[in-house]
Antibody, heavy 128, light 110 residues
């Protein structure tokens, strides 16, 4: 059973860089999973930020792509998120999650398009 | 990509059934059978309840069911229980390796 735990500063200054890490336990970061970041601004819904595979291949939300970088650290079994030039609009609870590359049921395997493991989230506030 | 549209809140009494809608476009909900639903109790990790429109993961009660018609997906919870009170979010694959979530629905069990 994969477990995910976010960590990082809870307060970031405007125009600064938000940096978070997600520690993976109960499984290897090099397994067939896409490692994902999702955020939830106060009082709003969830927003998919992006994902990365252990190979380094990454996909990003087009609306955030210019400011977001997701990376993998195989030696520490963790992955990270960086958001540059932050504003108050980046204040949110940030979740890490995972999406398997595929799932198998009834003797057949299918590509997986859902997030099956989640961290509990960490609040990041952007304020001076 | 715009967020999927969900009602802000729904409510029901124990034992009743409720349905939460999730409306998107031809590019997301209507274009792919990859809608998933998540239950979220504040302060806890979101939990997968339905995947690929209507499939339930192992361990999820059969009181939860999903469906889709056109650009609108739905989550139905039958036999409402107090423990079902939570926020519910839908998500859809949008193509080009990106995803979109709904704005969330707060379920109150009266």
């Amino acid at each position: 059973q994969v477990q995910l735990q976010e960590s990082g500063p809870g307060l970031v200054k405007p125009s600064g860089t938000l940096s978070l890490t997600c520690a993976v336990s109960g499984g290897s970061i090099s397994s067939s999973n896409w490692w994902t970041w999702v955020r939830q601004p106060p009082g709003k819904g969830l927003e998919w930020i992006g994902e990365i595979y252990h190979s380094g291949s990454a996909n990003y939300n087009p609306s955030l792509m210019s400011r977001v970088t997701i990376s993998v650290d195989k030696s520490k079994n963790q992955f990270s998120l960086k958001v540059t030039s932050v504003t108050a609009a980046d204040t949110a609870v940030y979740y890490c999650a995972s999406r398997g590359e595929y799932y198998c049921t009834g003797g057949e395997c299918h590509l997986q398009y859902y997030f099956d493991y989640w961290g509990q989230g960490t609040l990041v506030t952007v304020s001076s | 990509q715009s967020a999927l549209t969900q009602p802000a809140s729904v409510s029901g009494s124990p034992g009743q059934s409720i349905t939460i809608s999730c409306t998107g476009t031809n590019s997301d909900v209507g274009g792919h059978n990859y809608v998933s639903w998540y239950q979220h109790h504040p302060g806890k990790a979101p939990k997968l309840m339905i995947y690929d429109v209507s499939n339930r993961p192992s361990g999820v009660s059969n009181r939860f069911s999903g469906s889709k018609s056109g650009n609108t997906a739905s989550l139905t919870i039958s036999g409402l229980q107090a423990e079902d009170e939570a926020d519910y979010y839908c998500s859809s694959y949008t193509g080009s390796s990106t995803w979109v979530f709904g704005g969330g629905t707060k379920l109150t069990v009266l």
